[in-house]
């Protein structure tokens, strides 16, 4: 069974920053793309990050320049450093695969979400 796991929410300053990870563990052949999305009360869950295998990367334009994705293939894991964090930035982050993983004995593709991480940013 696949699983992603996040980590490292939590509560911070306006200014301040906070790392994500996540893990995604299980009878995984492959990760395509990895990303993290989230969710603020009342608003539609959106694309924060995104990163393909290759590590070519793309934001939502109210975080470019302050907010990294990276990703560790070996370790099947996905990272998001939140600089500068601002007030706005307050959700429940998810983070998201697209992979290719075996059972029994065949081959699948599907989208994964982790279970979320709250972030809150006080002003």
């Known amino acids: 069974q696949v699983q992603l796991v996040e980590s490292g929410g939590g509560l911070v300053q306006a200014g301040g920053s906070l790392r994500l990870s996540c893990v995604a563990s299980g009878t995984i052949l492959r990760i395509n793309a990895m990303g993290w999305y989230r969710q603020a009360p009342g608003k539609q869950r959106e694309l924060v990050a995104k990163?393909?295998?290759?590590?070519?990367?793309n934001y939502v334009d109210s975080v470019e320049g302050r907010f990294i994705i990276s990703r560790d293939n070996a370790k099947n894991m996905v990272y998001l450093q939140m600089n500068s964090l601002k007030p706005e930035d307050t959700a429940v982050y998810y983070c998201n695969a697209d992979l290719t993983y075996y059972r029994y004995g065949y081959r699948y593709t599907a989208d994964y979400w982790g279970q979320g991480t709250q972030v809150t940013v006080s002003s």
């Open positions: 990163i393909t295998s290759g590590g070519n990367t």
